[in-house]
């Protein structure tokens, strides 16, 4: 079976492009000429292709002769709301038409948890639950999802929402190793929101077995996460003994501070034309104290298990970015 990969230079996809190949199958890995292939050349099993997924052509010859698409590329930050909107929805848009064209077997979408919001009561939110987008990245991966199951009919289609992604490779989790190196930790509010999280190699996998569940019934939406909620205090201490050190200081940050650094960043930002995670919109996000969902559905459905819970995985992070020089 071949599998076309967006996004398979980046984070998630570059483990997606690892896990198709790990279940001995053939990855054509969709690439813009300026990305780094650091983690694709070379690798038995992986053809690179080059285009983007504004460029409709080229994904119309990506896609070519594949059995199945699974769309992770899109941006996490972005200077506009239309920058987001022309990535992560025009992008999906253009995505399914080149799979329709290619007539491929399965089409699936790499959404977030974050198109459904945070849980109110810190149970897992429901895979139909209204959706509750609070960030322009949210607003822009919902309306991307409704396109998908706009084809549901025309195009067998499955849904993955991820929550917080984590693991080798990953560049938001160091900024915590480097702070507790740094001996100041900081954290906000009193640490006691609640997070389910999901290891990148377990996500990847994940994917792919949706991209080879034929049997799934089209639009059919799962959460993926490791089964378990965590206090992100504990998440810290596990980060601490991960790194066998413990911060000198840790800082609880009161939210009206992060909003002021917040609307500087995005003043900045607008002036320099750049793109900044730390929004106002982010902080709107962080604010929420549960972001918890249920795997059991992609469990029994996609016939998946995750194998790394948050604590063992964060020690296997930990050493890749130590094996790597950034720590």
């Known amino acids: 079976m071949k ?3 967006t996004g398979a230079s980046g984070f998630l996809g570059s483990h997606i492009v690892e896990q198709v190949v790990a279940q001995k199958d053939e990855a054509r890995a969709l690439v813009r000429q300026s990305s780094s292939r650091a983690h694709l050349e070379g690798r038995p099993g992986v053809e690179l292709a080059f285009g983007d997924v504004s460029d409709g052509a080229s994904l119309e010859e990506a896609a070519e002769g594949v059995d199945a698409v699974i769309h992770s590329a899109g941006l996490v930050k972005a200077r506009s709301q239309k920058e987001f909107d022309r990535v992560n929805t025009q992008g999906t848009a253009n995505a399914l038409d080149a799979a329709k064209r290619a007539k491929v077997k399965r089409f699936v979408y ?3 948890l ?3 919001g945070s849980s109110p009561d810190g149970k897992p939110v429901a895979a139909d639950a209204k959706a509750s987008p609070l960030t322009g990245y949210a607003r822009s991966k919902w309306a991307a999802e409704e396109l998908v199951r706009a084809e549901a009919k025309n195009l067998p289609v499955t849904i993955i929402r991820p929550p917080m992604i984590y693991g080798p490779r990953d560049r938001e989790v160091l900024s915590f190793f480097k702070a507790i190196k740094s001996g100041l930790l900081p954290y906000l509010g ?3 929101n609640t997070l389910s999280v999901t290891y990148a190699p377990d996500c990847a996998a994940a994917c792919v077995c ?8 089209s639009g059919s939406t799962y959460f993926v996460d490791d089964g378990e909620a965590y206090v992100w205090r504990q998440m810290l201490s596990d980060m601490e003994e991960a790194m066998g050190k413990k911060a000198l200081v840790s800082l609880p940050v009161p939210f009206f501070l992060l909003t002021s650094v917040a609307a500087v960043n995005t003043a900045v930002a607008k002036l320099t034309n750049s793109a ?4 106002l919109d982010k902080v709107n996000e962080l604010k929420q104290r549960h972001w918890v969902c249920d795997s059991a559905d992609a469990r029994r459905d996609l016939k998946w298990e995750p194998q790394v819970k948050w604590k063992q995985g964060v020690h296997h992070t930990a050493q890749w970015y130590r094996d790597n020089g950034l720590l």
Do not use: W
């Open 114 to 116: 974050t198109v459904v």
């Open 190 to 192: 009193d640490g006691q």
């Open 210 to 217: 949706a991209a080879k569940r034929f049997d799934v019934p």
């Open 3 to 5: 599998i076309l990969v």
């Open 276 to 279: 900044v995670m730390l929004t």
């Open 110 to 112: 790499v959404s977030s």
